[in-house]
């Protein structure tokens, strides 16, 4: 929602919706907010997982780890790809990638070669008989 609403989008909202805001205070805080808007309790939950539990860790954060993101390095991302977008915020589409579907069963034969693997079928099946077999 505050994406949308910093996009200029009207919706109606307060900042009792937002994190940072303290139901028994009735207090905002803007530098929580802006804690969570650039990934330090994402930062603050991977430093917890890297000290508590290592496999969980390359578990859930093996992609961040296969890019160099570690959790110090998380406000300086959140920060280049705010001000990448800002740059130029018209969004491209990726590009549609070629997949050939698996067929699991036979594709539907027309007429003509439902006839001729018929005729296949008779001229098989009288030649084993004419040889004695069948």
Do not use: M, V
């Given at each position: 929602m505050k994406g949308a609403a910093d996009?200029?989008?009207?919706?109606?909202?307060?900042?009792?919706?937002?994190?940072g805001f303290d139901e028994d205070s009735g207090e905002f805080s803007a530098e929580t907010h802006r804690k969570y808007i650039m990934g330090g309790h994402v930062a603050d939950y991977m430093?917890?997982?890297q000290e508590e539990d290592s496999?969980?860790?390359?578990?859930?954060?093996?992609?961040?780890?296969k890019l160099g993101v570690t959790a110090d390095g998380m406000e300086a991302m959140y920060k280049k790809v705010h001000s990448t977008i800002?740059?130029?915020p018209e969004h491209k589409p990726a590009a549609k990638k070629a997949v050939k579907t698996k067929r699991?069963?036979?594709a539907k034969l027309n007429n003509a070669q439902r006839k001729d693997r018929v005729k296949q079928k008779k001229e098989s099946w009288l030649k084993k008989v004419a040889e004695g077999n069948a």
């Open positions: 996009g200029g989008l009207d919706i109606p909202h307060s900042t009792k919706r937002f994190p430093t917890h997982l496999e969980a860790y390359q578990r859930q954060f093996g992609r961040f780890i800002r740059a130029n699991w069963n036979r």
